[in-house]
């Protein structure tokens, strides 16, 4: 079992940045590739951003691409998310994810709120 906690969501205005965190425990955590999604109220929840598991390859949305940077630091079992120019339409839940292989995750955090005020 891998647990996932998330953190770093908040109220911000447009243009602003902020940095979520997901800290990951159990066995075998920093094999696994990691992701983030998102869930606006109303809406599906949407693939933002992956990483693989030594960090070497990263993936985003076109909607995040340029604004934001997923990174992972494995000696702490912790991955990121910068997010730079935040635009109202980012205001969801955000969600932190593990798998073995990107595409197929297992594991998932609670969710942190993010809202971006205009």
């Known amino acids: 079992q891998v647990q996932l906690v998330e953190s770093g969501g908040g109220l911000v205005q447009a243009g602003a940045s902020l940095r979520l965190s997901c800290a990951a425990s159990?066995?075998?955590?920093?094999?696994?590739?990691m992701a983030w999604f998102r869930q606006a109220p109303g809406k599906e929840r949407e693939f933002v951003a992956a990483?693989?598991?030594?960090?070497?390859?990263?993936i985003y949305a076109d909607s995040v691409k340029g604004r934001f940077t997923i990174s992972r630091d494995n000696a702490k079992n912790t991955q990121y998310l910068q997010m730079n120019s935040l635009k109202p339409e980012d205001t969801a839940v955000y969600y932190c994810?593990?798998?073995?292989?990107?595409?197929?995750?297992?594991?998932w955090g609670q969710g942190t709120q993010v809202t971006v005020s205009s």
């Open positions: 994810a593990a798998g073995v292989v990107h595409g197929s995750y297992d594991y």
């Open positions: 159990g066995r075998s955590s920093r094999n696994y590739a």
């Open positions: 990483i693989s598991w030594n960090g070497g390859t990263s």
